[in-house]
């Protein structure tokens, strides 16, 4: 699904879901980092499965700083 606005043009795609066992009220540290670098891997992944159907070659690579 893409928007495409006077400054330029918003993208948003949907990847696979992460799985979550289960909520905590507090997380450790550890645990937000484990599920975080999940999501980016997802992000990288995504972003590698599709980005050549929007023009970018595929030696393209996402940079998440």
Same mark, same amino acid.
């Given at each position: 699904?893409?928007?495409?606005?006077?400054?330029?043009?918003?993208?948003?795609? =949907?990847?696979?879901?992460?799985? =979550?066992? /289960?909520?905590?009220?507090? $997380?450790? $540290?550890?645990?937000?980092?484990?599920?975080?670098?999940? @999501? =980016?891997?997802?992000?990288?992944?995504?972003?590698?499965?599709?980005?050549?159907? @929007?023009?970018?070659? /595929?030696? =393209?690579?996402?940079?998440?700083?």
């Amino acid at each position: 699904l893409g928007y495409n606005f006077n400054f330029g043009f918003l993208l948003s795609l =949907v990847g696979a879901p992460i799985p =979550v066992k /289960r909520a905590v009220a507090n $997380p450790s $540290p550890q645990q937000v980092n484990r599920l975080h670098k999940k @999501y =980016v891997q997802g992000l990288i992944n995504l972003f590698d499965e599709q980005k050549h159907r @929007y023009g970018l070659p /595929r030696s =393209v690579k996402l940079r998440i700083v």
